[in-house]
């Protein structure tokens, strides 16, 4: 089976740098992806990472380190409209290939 | 154009009722899903059907089915509604590829409220 945990809400301001962890148990694991929601919105892909380290895209980056069975979302240069709830999401390894979501971050940016 | 799309968007009705969601996705995906979020933000898989298999959450009352006329729809039909139906309902659709982590793509969701 899989499980992830998030903190469930993470508050910062504008410009600041903000990190989301997520720690996962899992028997089987191809990697770990992130996706944005906004309030009312549908939830939306940012980042996949299948291998340790650092993936950079933009303004957000996304890091994983199996060994800990541990990874991060790391949002600089936060915008008002980065405020959203963020989702790690594991991948299963064997069979359906249906990711596990998490429950979730509320991210509130201030101004 | 819209990649998934999914209809009501909206939609209210009584307990007891049967109602269907409707999803359609035009990214020759080979894979279909229907996701519950509920009002903590719980984003749970129901189904996943591609034009092999229909692999269902146990979890998922019988009173819940998936309805697949083709490879790019997938409905959603529920009977005898109850009040804890009352969710988001996300049709969702991918092209399995492990190597990118299955990257799933989300309509813009039903919302269900059963009184």
């Known amino acids: 089976g899989q499980s992830l945990e998030q903190p469930s809400e993470v508050t910062a301001v504008e410009g600041a740098i903000v990190q989301i962890n997520c720690t996962y148990q899992t028997s089987g694991f191809y990697g770990l992806s992130w996706y944005q929601q906004h309030d009312g919105g549908a939830p939306t892909f940012l980042s996949y990472n299948a291998l340790d380290g650092l993936e950079e895209t933009g303004r957000f980056s996304s890091f994983l380190s199996r060994s800990d069975s541990y990874g991060y979302l790391l949002l600089q240069e936060l915008q008002m409209k980065d405020s959203a709830s963020y989702f790690c999401?594991?991948?299963?390894?064997?069979?359906?290939?249906?990711?596990?979501f998490g429950r979730g971050t509320s991210l509130i940016v201030h101004p | 154009d819209t990649a998934v799309s999914q209809t009501p968007k909206y939609l209210v009705t009584q307990m007891g009722n049967d109602k269907s969601i409707k999803c359609e996705q035009n990214?020759?995906?080979?894979?279909m899903y229907w996701y519950k979020q509920d009002s903590k933000k719980f984003l749970k898989i129901m189904f996943s059907y591609n034009n092999k298999e229909l692999i269902i959450n146990e979890t998922v009352p019988n009173r819940f089915s998936p309805k697949s006329p083709d490879k790019a729809h997938l409905n959603l039909h529920i009977n005898s509604l109850e009040l804890g139906d009352s969710a988001v309902y996300f049709c969702?659709?991918?092209?399995?590829?492990?190597?990118?982590?299955?990257?799933?793509?989300f309509g813009e969701g039903s919302w269900l409220t059963v009184v």
């Open positions: 999401a594991s991948l299963p390894a064997g069979g359906s290939y249906i990711p596990t």
């Open positions: 990214l020759g995906h080979d894979t």
């Open positions: 969702a659709s991918s092209q399995t590829d492990r190597g990118r982590g299955n990257t799933i793509y």
